[in-house]
């Protein structure tokens, strides 16, 4: 579990008073279990098009966070898999994937990085011949099980997958982030991506995850005002039920 607070800022400062020049920020961190707060100070100058920042020297970031889009979902991809391989989480990909195509033997690494799936062929099918899908299935649950203690952002989380896998998709996207105390931050137009989730909450053995997992949907209303509306699990039910549009 990740043991520090959040930060609470205590003072901002600007200088210049027609123009925005430099914006300070002074905040202090309290860790779980410690009666004294750490002071830190971070400053970003602007001069014309160009922006100055300066972290503080003595601040480390525990907290570890992934942000994956459509042109990130594949970067790393091959180190992640070799990270679960030698952690001895293979399983957490294969049980999903197994679900989806009961074809699939194994998961391994070839040379420069290449990626080979065991389909009971004589040879192994190499990553790059399947489909976007599957492909994007598998880089999803490969970096969640390759981040611990930490946050993922995940975009437009029903791309590329075909309806009839996500609720599959969301039961092992839960487990593989309980295993590794993750916080799951998903967006999504997909109907049938809520559906999934209230479905998935639905089964006893998850829940214990109702009071944990919210919905939000924002809207722009008249004068560009922006309203998010929270749904928690018994106004997603209602939702659902209604038919209500929630995307």
């Known amino acids: 579990m990740v043991k520090e607070s959040l930060p609470d800022v205590s003072s901002t400062s600007q200088n210049s008073t027609d123009n925005i020049e430099k914006l300070i920020l002074n905040a202090s961190i309290r860790t779980q279990g410690k009666s004294k707060s750490q002071k830190f100070q971070s400053e970003i100058s602007i001069e014309g098009t160009k922006n100055d920042v300066k972290?503080?020297?003595?601040?480390?970031?525990?907290?570890?966070?992934?942000?994956?889009?459509?042109?990130?979902?594949?970067?790393?991809?091959?180190?992640?898999?070799?990270?679960?391989?030698?952690?001895?989480?293979?399983?957490?990909?294969?049980?999903?994937?197994?679900?989806?195509?009961?074809?699939?033997?194994d998961i391994s690494l070839g040379t420069k990085g290449m990626i080979y799936l065991d389909l009971g062929y004589p040879r192994l099918m190499p990553l790059n011949l399947l489909g976007e899908g599957f492909r994007r299935m598998l880089s999803i649950l490969t970096k969640v099980?390759?981040?611990?203690?930490?946050?993922?952002?995940?975009?437009?989380?029903?791309?590329?997958?075909?309806?009839?896998?996500?609720?599959?998709?969301?039961?092992?996207?839960?487990?593989?982030?309980?295993?590794?105390?993750?916080?799951?931050?998903?967006?999504?137009?997909?109907?049938?991506?809520?559906?999934?989730?209230?479905?998935?909450?639905?089964?006893?053995e998850f829940s214990k995850f109702k009071t944990n997992i919210k919905s939000f949907t924002i809207r722009k209303h008249r004068e560009d005002k922006i309203i998010s509306y929270p749904y928690d699990f018994e106004k997603l039910d209602y939702a659902i039920e209604q038919d209500i549009e929630m995307r």
Not at 66 to 76: E, N, P, Q, R, V
Not at 83 to 99: A, D, F, G, H, T
Not at 147 to 163: A, Q
């Open 55 to 105: 972290m503080p020297q003595n601040y480390k970031e525990s907290l570890k966070g992934l942000f994956i889009t459509k042109d990130t979902i594949y970067s790393d991809l091959s180190k992640n898999i070799e990270n679960v391989l030698v952690n001895k989480r293979k399983s957490m990909l294969l049980e999903p994937l197994q679900i989806i195509e009961p074809q699939i033997r």
């Open 145 to 204: 099980s390759d981040t611990r203690n930490g946050i993922i952002l995940l975009d437009e989380i029903e791309n590329g997958l075909h309806y009839s896998s996500m609720k599959v998709f969301i039961k092992y996207l839960i487990k593989i982030a309980e295993l590794q105390h993750i916080q799951l931050f998903i967006t999504t137009h997909s109907k049938e991506t809520l559906n999934a989730i209230y479905e998935v909450l639905t089964i006893p």
